[in-house]
């Protein structure tokens, strides 16, 4: 296996010593060094701990030798597009709370601002978080194995009001959901 830890790391620009420090408990850019150059053995309790300060799930981390994956090649700044120093492998976007479950949709015909083809990555969390997710896009479990997807528009109490995406549909109300989840990250073919 190969570590990935320097790519995930600059991808998200931080510094040797800026991932040191938000590892815990804090250790050395020397450490972090050793540990994305293969000089030091990486554990799993060292792959919870720089997992846990880039933000990503561990397993992300490390990949197969022979792993086909896409690789950043360009960026755009300020001043157009430009060819990065290096390519390198492009991650998977990470939402925050990376340590939520993520859930997604797959919108088979277009409804609202959504169109065929479209993937919605979600983020569950649970009802302590539910107030400050009003006004966005939501999937709340029904009875049934069933769900409600679309703007979260009103929380009371313990009662959720979604308002569907599609033209002219009325809103859902589902009582006492045990979770529900967030869009998060919309991913659509050009």
């Given at each position: 296996?190969i570590?990935?830890?320097?790519?995930?790391?600059?991808?998200k620009g931080?510094?040797?010593?800026e991932?040191?420090?938000r590892?815990?408990?804090?250790?050395?850019?020397?450490?972090i060094g050793?540990?994305?150059?293969?000089m030091?053995?990486?554990?799993?309790?060292w792959?919870n701990?720089?997992?846990?300060?880039?933000d990503?799930d561990?397993?992300?981390?490390?990949k197969?030798?022979?792993?086909?994956?896409?690789t950043?090649?360009?960026r755009i700044g300020?001043?157009?597009?430009?060819a990065?120093?290096?390519?390198?492998?492009?991650?998977i976007?990470?939402?925050?709370g990376?340590?939520?479950?993520?859930?997604v949709v797959a919108?088979?015909?277009?409804?609202?601002?959504?169109?065929?083809?479209?993937q919605?990555?979600?983020?569950q969390?649970?009802p302590d978080?539910?107030?400050?997710?009003?006004n966005?896009?939501?999937?709340?479990p029904?009875?049934?194995?069933?769900?409600a997807?679309?703007?979260?528009?009103?929380?009371d109490?313990?009662?959720?009001a979604v308002?569907?995406p599609g033209?002219?549909q009325?809103?859902?109300?589902?009582d006492r959901?045990?979770?529900l989840?967030?869009a998060e990250?919309?991913?659509?073919r050009?």
């Open positions: 296996m570590n990935r830890i320097r790519d995930i790391r600059r991808q931080l510094t040797l010593a991932v040191a420090l590892c815990h408990p804090p250790t050395t850019a020397q450490t050793r540990l994305e150059t293969g030091r053995s990486l554990s799993l309790l792959m701990r720089i997992a846990a300060a880039l990503v561990p397993q992300m981390l490390v197969a030798e022979n792993g086909s994956t896409p950043l090649i360009a300020p001043s157009g597009i430009e990065m120093a290096r390519p390198v492998e492009a991650v976007p990470i939402v925050p990376g340590e939520a479950k993520l859930v919108v088979e015909s277009s409804a609202g601002e959504y169109r065929t083809g479209d919605i990555w979600l983020r969390i649970g978080d539910f107030p400050r997710v009003l966005r896009d939501v999937l709340v029904r009875p049934g194995g069933r769900y997807f679309g703007r979260m528009i009103d929380r109490g313990e009662r959720i308002l569907p033209i002219g009325r809103q859902v109300v589902i959901p045990s979770w989840a967030v990250m919309l991913v659509r050009l």
